[in-house]
């Protein structure tokens, strides 16, 4: 086992790791001498502290997996290192139908549900239009949009004469009154103009401001079609098994496996809902990332209530920090993290005083992605921008990798903490950072590694099986790493005209890290994979949930070679695909030896 590796536990004792940030000062970034910031892209280039981005000759790339399942053919379950598929209505084997009988599985069709409109930004539409005295019309845009409303007005006032109705003034000040509305009207217009010259310079810096609220949400969101498919967020609860699904109406359903009762979720502020998040060490507590807020639902384990009431949920909000589109829990359940594309300031919210401290950047645009390590040192953040920054929390500080194609997509952490798998925008691979756990003096700085290494090509390529050419490959949406280490789901998304699949790979982080390919996972036909969740809690390997783009979620079990296996009789004894290849799966196809 090497030193990176060997000063890390899967158990690590929380309460040491995260520190609540006094103030914002404290939330510094790392000076440049660390020399961790690594420029990342596919060709040839250093880092900014000289540093190379490195690959390995023998990455695993999608030219070594086996080819994917018949076109009507499902993936049904993983058994001595392959998938295996068959039909909709084939039944597994006794042994490992009992390990996934309990889990919940449903179909929410999307002709049931009904997604809200856009949200208006005042309740003028809905009256019948009745004009009022320039003055009144001032008031009423100061408390509806603030100054810009009134300048806005101003700019559009008329040479009304509501001004001596409403002031009640003498004939003889009306040339006066009359001079001072055309220079009110002309600053309004040229501050106005100035502001929209300022802003259009923002937004060609960071084109996501300028889209409305829900295309911002569904360009950043974890789900493939956050608009249009009928579940929005999914979330496994971190000790027990028990999900939540949002749904296309915004509406949130929470199933667990011991019971029959399905809450329903509503609020009138739970709208647009991007994430869920359930806090840890705690059998009760929802984060909801909302347009304008992060609700908290409080949730009774033995309440047979099925629509608990809006008095259950705590409203947490913060001026500008809207909408949001992720959410992170410390692994202790003490401290939330809540991101929005429009704010540079991540909040770190104390929820039992429902306080929050921002820690303030500059540069990035905004946050779209958080993501807290399982040992609760770490914390990724990425950005709209191509720059990304991980961040400790004992002081709080952090350091950047700028990236060169664009903004960092998605990202996981190892159980461990050691090292981070991430995506870029506009690339095909998979990046691979470690980092060193630090005390003493040292204590405070993230130990992010000087080079960032390509561990996976996920380039579009072509299978040619019995049914067919068949072109996979491209960018990665999303990336789950199961709790035990030894499996990684990506979905991979490429071309208009290719179909969106789940790739799974074989992981092993210690005492090196290594990097084989497993298989493709598939859904019924014109499925196409949206979300993906590990089970956290799974003793006999893992369970990947996929949440389709039909409505339907499906618990997808690997039993691994390395750990206990269900037994089979000769007549239970599953068949393997027809396209294994046991000579890939052989030797390691990407490790740091």
Not at 170 to 184: G, I, N, T
Request: proline letters at 7%; a neutral charge; charged letters at 20%.
């Amino acid at each position: 086992m090497n030193e990176e590796t060997s000063r890390k536990g899967c158990n690590p004792t929380y309460t040491s790791r995260e520190v609540w940030p006094r103030s914002v000062p404290g939330a510094r970034e790392k000076p440049k001498r660390y020399k961790a910031s690594s420029v990342l892209h596919l060709g040839s280039l250093e880092s900014k502290s000289g540093a190379r981005r490195t690959s390995c000759p023998g990455m695993c790339s999608l030219s070594l997996f086996p080819p994917p399942p018949p076109p009507r053919d499902i993936t049904l379950y993983e058994y001595n290192n392959a998938l295996v598929s068959g039909h909709s209505s084939e039944k597994l084997p006794h042994t490992i139908q009992a390990q996934v009988e309990d889990l919940p599985t449903l179909t929410i069709p999307k002709e049931m549900l009904k997604a809200h409109s856009r949200l208006e930004h005042s309740t003028k539409p809905a009256f019948i239009h009745h004009r009022e005295i320039l003055w009144k019309r001032c008031i009423t845009a100061w408390c509806d949009v603030g100054v810009a409303g009134v300048l806005e007005e101003l700019a559009n006032a008329e040479g009304e004469e509501q001004w001596n109705q409403g002031l009640g003034e003498q004939s003889w000040m009306d040339s006066a009154k009359q001079l001072a509305l055309r220079w009110l009207k002309a600053g309004s217009h040229y501050t106005l103009a100035l502001c929209r010259w300022v802003s259009s310079l923002h937004g060609s810096v960071f084109p996501h401001l300028s889209l409305p609220s829900e295309d911002m949400i569904a360009e950043f969101s974890q789900a493939v079609d956050w608009a249009g498919c009928p579940i929005r967020a999914f979330a496994w609860h971190p000790h027990t098994s028990k999900f939540a699904v949002t749904l296309l109406d915004d509406s949130i359903r929470v199933y667990n496996a011991k019971s029959t009762t399905v809450p329903i979720l509503k609020h009138r502020l739970q709208r647009n809902v991007a994430s869920l998040a359930w806090k840890p060490l705690c059998a009760s507590i929802l984060a909801v990332a909302c347009h304008n807020c992060v609700l908290l639902w409080h949730l009774d384990p033995t309440s047979l209530s099925t629509r608990p009431s809006s008095g259950c949920a705590q409203v947490l909000s913060h001026p500008g920090h809207c909408p949001v589109t992720s959410l992170a829990w410390a692994p202790s359940g003490g401290l939330l993290l809540s991101a929005s594309p429009v704010d540079t300031a991540m909040l770190v919210w104390d929820v039992s005083t429902e306080n929050c401290v921002q820690l303030q950047w500059f540069g990035g645009g905004g946050v779209t992605f958080l993501a807290w390590s399982p040992d609760g040192s770490k914390v990724l953040a990425a950005t709209p921008s191509a720059v990304f920054r991980v961040w400790e929390v004992q002081m709080w500080t952090c350091e950047k990798w700028p990236t060169i194609k664009g903004p960092c997509r998605t990202g996981c952490w190892s159980p461990d903490g050691s090292r981070l798998l991430f995506t870029v925008q506009g690339e095909s691979v998979i990046y691979s950072l470690s980092f060193l756990e630090y005390s003493g003096e040292q204590q405070g700085r993230v130990g992010g590694s000087k080079t960032a290494s390509i561990v996976a090509d996920l380039s579009e390529t072509k299978f040619d099986t019995f049914y067919g050419e068949e072109r996979i490959g491209g960018e990665v949406h999303s990336m789950v790493w199961d709790p035990s280490g030894e499996r990684l789901a990506a979905v991979i998304r490429g071309s208009s005209d290719q179909r969106i699949i789940i790739a799974v790979f074989r992981t092993r982080n210690s005492p090196v890290f290594e990097l084989l390919p497993c298989g493709f996972v598939q859904g019924e036909v014109d499925a196409q994979p949206q979300l993906v969740a590990f089970h956290p809690r799974f003793k006999k390997g893992a369970i990947l949930t996929v949440c389709w783009s039909t409505g339907k979620v499906s618990h997808i079990p690997f039993f691994f070679e390395n750990g206990p296996f269900p037994s089979f009789s000769s007549s239970q004894s599953p068949l393997l695909p027809l396209g294994s290849r046991s000579s890939t799966r052989e030797q390691p196809l990407f490790s740091e030896l």
